[in-house]
């Protein structure tokens, strides 16, 4: 099957066939999933593409399960299913993450001193400090781009 930018059907993003309370993470409105409209706009190169995008005025969100999301936590699609999670509510440990280890205390960025600015002893860094008059331009020629 040739995917077809102007099907609306054939857009992985089209809404429910069960509709649905939604959400918009763009401008927060919630409404019916059958209101999400079907939009077709012309690109830069002039080829024409199609989206779902939520009914509001002015508003960019698009997709049903990129930026229009179901309100009800325990949605379900046709299918019996929407996304998995592992985790039982109230499941998550607060010593699962050892705040030790994340102590900010143990890297301090004044401690560096003016090595780190020019790259030091740092691996794939210049041993001494370049300034924009050594390149000329203000680049690494290393860089590849």
């Given at each position: 099957m040739v995917y077809d930018p102007l099907d609306p059907q054939?857009?992985?993003f089209h809404?429910?066939?069960i509709p649905?309370?939604?959400g918009c993470l763009h401008c927060g409105k919630e409404y019916e999933s059958y209101l999400i409209e079907w939009r077709v706009e012309t690109g830069p190169d002039g080829t024409q593409r199609g989206f779902w995008c939520c009914p509001t005025p002015g508003c960019g969100g698009c997709g049903f399960g990129f930026d229009i999301l179901p309100t009800d936590p325990h949605y379900q699609d046709e299918r019996g299913g929407w996304v998995w999670d592992d985790e039982e509510e109230g499941e998550f440990e607060e010593d699962e993450f050892d705040e030790e280890q994340f102590d900010e205390d143990e890297f301090d960025v004044e401690?560096?001193?003016d090595e780190s600015a020019?790259?030091?002893d740092l691996p794939n860094g210049p041993s001494e400090t370049t300034t924009d008059e050594d390149t000329g331009d203000g680049r690494d020629d290393e860089l590849p781009w």
């Open positions: 054939a857009d992985p809404p429910p066939a649905t309370q939604v401690q560096l001193g020019g790259g030091g």
